[in-house]
């Protein structure tokens, strides 16, 4: 009964590979976030999606591309990985509504060797 | 740029005393914030928020407090119990914005038995 999941939940890959993270939510929910959480353990957002429509865009290289399929995932595709792209990414989702709660997956280590 | 800043890395209390997290923030157009708590290799989960509007909000054991003169607000912990060790996020949001999520770097929180 996971409310916010990710696959993979680790990722060790070479510089220059394309790598996709995926996640699904099964709460319902109509918005849908990809963060980083960088070596210095910031969490930072880097895409919001509502109703599959690209919201927020956080001057995130376009080497990064989000895909929602339907309201229920958003997908993080990664071209030419670098070695700064290694990072936990969190994928999060609420409901559409002022001050709603996000609700974040277990993340996804990716490691860039 | 850090907008919500948590100067403390980590902290250590005794199992029954209080925990006091503090959280500081630059930005005034901030008008809600919350905390949220993160296990090892699991995604952060809500803890309990505050609207500027108020000064306190308290919910069982935890409460925030709230100084918006000072920009800066609180988590206390009351009394602190080993399962309460972990990462504590303080985040915060912009008026009117789009519910992006600005997190500070976190707070490690020990309760030893």
Redesign the interface.
């Known amino acids: 009964d996971t409310a ?1 999941s990710q696959t993979p939940k680790y990722l060790v890959t070479q510089m220059g590979n394309d790598k996709s993270i995926k996640c699904e939510q099964n709460l319902g929910h109509d ?1 849908m976030y990809w963060y980083k959480q960088d070596s ?6 880097m895409f ?1 999606y509502n109703n599959k429509e690209l ?2 865009n ?1 001057t995130v290289p376009n080497r990064f591309s989000p895909k929602s399929p339907d309201k229920a995932h958003l997908n993080l595709h990664i071209n030419s990985l670098e070695l700064g792209d290694s990072a936990v990414y ?1 994928c ?1 989702s ?1 409901m559409q509504g ?10 996804t280590r990716l490691l860039v060797l | 740029d850090q907008q919500v800043k948590q100067n403390s890395p980590s902290l250590s209390v005794q199992e029954g005393r209080i925990s006091i997290l503090n959280c500081d923030y630059t930005n005034s157009m901030f008008d809600y914030f919350l905390w949220y708590k993160k296990y090892p290799a699991e995604g952060p989960t809500f803890l309990i928020s505050i609207s500027s509007i108020k000064d306190k909000n308290e919910d069982g054991r935890f409460t925030v407090f709230l100084n918006k003169s000072a920009k800066h607000l609180s988590l206390h912990i009351v009394p602190s119990q080993p399962g309460d060790s972990a990462v504590y996020f303080c985040a915060a949001l912009t008026q009117g914005g789009s519910e992006k999520l600005v997190f500070g770097k976190g707070t490690k929180l020990t309760v030893n038995p």
């Open positions: 916010v918005t210095k353990k910031f969490l930072k957002i919001s919201i927020i956080e969190f999060a609420r002022a001050r709603e709660t996000q609700y974040f997956g277990p993340g």
